[in-house]
């Protein structure tokens, strides 16, 4: 079955940008049955989709994030990325990578820890 | 695009019935049948438990159930187990190609 595992910097500076890659096992970003998206979850919070992108590279955002969100995707690697610029100790976040299928969440990554600090 | 509204805490005893509420508008909601429902354990990335409304993916006890009516849509848990004890988060397309989650419930198994 599919998987799909979070990877980049737990620590990122105020201003700096947040760089995240989702590595897709078992499965492939390609399919056309799938979208692939980025949520987070702040400490003791609730989730919150940032966005999500199909295979062709069309992607839509959170449009309280949208001026700061860039997500990406590199069918030859089979993972999709998430950027997220001009970061703040609100940014700091669990953040998931999760698998868009049948209108819904079906398959999520563990998570990572990102924490905005200098 | 504001949260949807879940209740912050249910209970109930072991073998009963809880049902948890997840509010929203016509925009989100109300507007359209792709509500789901997760669970997420301390630690744990979130597990879908139901999605359009009151579909169970493979896996899912029958135990586990969804609704919807106007602007509210429920998740149902029917025989509560203790391994049940843990939060819930409802989620509802809201258009625009953007999706919300509800501020999330914490069931606790009395």
């Known amino acids: 079955q599919v998987q799909l595992q979070e990877s980049g910097p737990g620590l990122v500076k105020p201003s700096e940008t947040l760089s995240l890659t989702c590595t897709v096992s078992?499965?492939?970003?390609?399919?056309?049955?799938?979208?692939w998206s980025w949520i987070r979850q702040p400490p003791g919070k609730g989730l919150e989709c940032i966005g999500y992108i199909y295979y062709s590279g069309s992607a839509n955002y959170n449009p309280s994030l949208k001026s700061r969100v860039t997500i990406s995707v590199d069918t030859s690697k089979n993972h999709f990325s998430l950027k997220l610029n001009s970061v703040t100790a609100a940014d700091t976040a669990v953040y998931f990578c999760?698998?868009?299928?049948?209108?819904?969440?079906?398959?999520w990554g563990q998570g990572t820890v990102v924490t905005v600090s200098s | 695009q504001s949260a949807l509204t879940q209740p912050r805490s249910v209970s109930g005893s072991p073998g009963q019935s809880v049902t948890i509420s997840c509010t929203g508008t016509?925009?989100?909601?109300?507007?359209?049948?792709?509500v789901s429902w997760y669970q997420q354990h301390p630690g744990k990335a979130p597990k879908l438990m139901i999605y359009?409304?009151?579909k169970r993916p493979s896996g899912v006890p029958d135990r586990f159930s969804g609704s919807k009516s106007g602007h509210t849509a429920s998740l149902t848990i029917s025989g509560l187990q203790a391994e049940d004890e843990t939060d819930y988060y409802c989620c509802s397309y809201a258009g625009s190609y953007t999706w919300v989650f509800g501020g999330g419930t914490k069931l606790t198994v009395l």
């Open positions: 078992g499965g492939s970003v390609s399919s056309g049955t799938f979208y």
């Open positions: 359009d409304v009151s």
């Open positions: 016509s925009s989100d909601v109300g507007g359209y049948n792709y």
């Open positions: 999760a698998r868009v299928g049948d209108d819904a969440f079906d398959t």
